[in-house]
């Protein structure tokens, strides 16, 4: 089962979908995110935020720092500023 992903600003909504990895860096280092993680809040240091799409595709997407949360396979990322989104082969 994918992981249900949300992506989103107070001025927008960059990314909702499904995805099999995440990968961003908090404050504290670089995390990757799987299927099953445990219960997760974490601060967001400016990164690129790589989503693995079903499939393998992949996207990345600049956030200018934020909020993490991860439960039950759901990933909700607040962040404060969006960049230009970055699309991988």
């Not at 989503?51 to 909700?76: S, Y």
């Amino acid at each position: 089962m994918p992981l249900e992903v949300s992506i989103v600003s107070p001025e927008e909504e960059l990314y909702t979908g499904e995805a099999e990895f995440i990968r961003a860096k908090t404050v504290e280092g670089e995390i990757g995110i799987l299927t099953g993680h445990i219960p997760l809040l974490a601060q967001l240091a400016p990164c690129e935020v790589k989503v693995r799409l079903p499939g393998g595709a992949e996207e990345a997407f600049r956030i200018d720092g934020g909020f993490m949360t991860v439960k039950e396979d759901k990933v909700i990322i607040l962040a404060e500023e969006l960049g230009e989104d970055i699309a991988f082969e």
